[in-house]
């Protein structure tokens, strides 16, 4: 797709990481090409640091969510350096697992790795929903059994169609952060399995969102918050409509369905936020230890965000024309 008004030799100029879903989703480079810069993922930039990262005993900074002897209290907000993020940000970069395969990553977590709540074993996940999401595709990804968790999720669905992580806590009716997260977690696994239960559940919980045009309450229509219409790269645990339009937008293309009309309204919200020169800002940083940065710091162009919102606008304006 011709998108001059971008930069795409902007978008390129990026860590392979980023730069080959430039070539697949943007200027549509033929698939030798990307796979090729895919593949170097592995060996330089962002995923080749991250993978050599990883401690002898498979986790990454002594942890399963949070790092080894992280006390929860300070003004510094959550580390993103343990297993779980560390793994969710490869997979999601799109990085082979291979090299994670042969060191025996999985059986190293299923040996040596427990969940901070309730020493639980790793692979089969906790009470957390966000992070049972992260397990469930972090784990088919590397090659462990995580087939429980899509049990958990039909278990653990509330009557309106999503998930909340407070569930443990009495919690009846669906969060927008926990719903798109067991999203994608959910959509990675039947894409990677084709395990046809995941399907019927994914719907359900998008047409939670979707009933909510994206960012909506359902009661008064009003915006559920302003986290909602704010851009953030990388967006961990955190819900924006960019972040529900990528996933749906994946989803249709499974599904093989049209854009549901719903999203207009989302749409425009991710259209209002994109600048002249079709780049959209990075707005914030999520406060916590990272290992290295990954993008731009607030108030500046992002790449990583220009990706995503112009591949959801582009689906979307193909589909409307």
Do not use: K
């Not at 978008?11 to 879903?21: G, M, N, V, Y």
């Not at 997979?91 to 309730?118: I, K, M, Q, S």
């Not at 591949?311 to 979307?316: D, E, N, S």
Request: glycine share 10%.
């Amino acid at each position: 797709m011709a998108l001059p008004d971008v930069g795409v030799d902007w978008l390129l100029d990026a860590d392979p990481t980023l730069r080959w879903q430039v070539e697949r989703d943007i200027i549509g480079a033929p698939q030798a090409v990307w796979e090729a810069t895919r593949a170097r993922t592995t060996v330089v930039g962002h995923g080749a640091r991250l993978l050599s990262l990883q401690d002898p005993d498979g986790r990454w900074a002594g942890g399963a969510y949070f790092p080894a002897g992280f006390v929860d209290g300070g003004d510094d907000g959550q580390p993103w350096t343990a297993t779980t993020w560390t793994l969710t940000t490869l997979r999601e970069w799109g990085v082979d697992a291979e090299p994670l395969r042969r060191r025996g990553t999985a059986e190293l977590l299923a040996a040596n790795a427990r969940w901070e709540y309730d020493d639980l074993p790793y692979w089969g996940g906790e009470v957390d929903a966000c992070i049972n999401a992260m397990t469930l595709a972090n784990g088919q990804w590397l090659g462990a059994d995580v087939a429980a968790l899509v049990d958990w999720f039909v278990d653990h669905q509330l009557a309106d169609g999503g998930w909340n992580c407070e569930w443990v806590e009495g919690a009846q009716r669906s969060s927008f952060h926990s719903t798109l997260n067991a999203l994608r977690g959910l959509l990675s696994y039947e894409i990677a399995t084709g395990d046809v239960r995941v399907a019927s559940i994914r719907r359900a919980g998008e047409e939670y969102l979707l009933s909510r045009n994206l960012f909506r309450r359902a009661s008064t229509g009003e915006i559920v918050g302003p986290w909602a219409a704010r851009f953030v790269y990388p967006a961990r645990w955190v819900y924006s409509v960019l972040g529900a339009a990528d996933h749906l937008r994946m989803a249709a293309c499974v599904d093989g369905v049209d854009p549901d009309p719903r999203m207009a309204d989302a749409i425009a919200l991710i259209r209002a936020a994109r600048r002249a020169d079709g780049r959209w800002m990075q707005g914030g940083r999520h406060r916590g230890a990272v290992w290295f940065e990954t993008d731009v710091p607030p108030g500046e162009p992002s790449r990583w965000l220009t990706l995503i919102g112009t591949r959801v606008l582009a689906w979307w304006d193909d589909h409307h024309r």
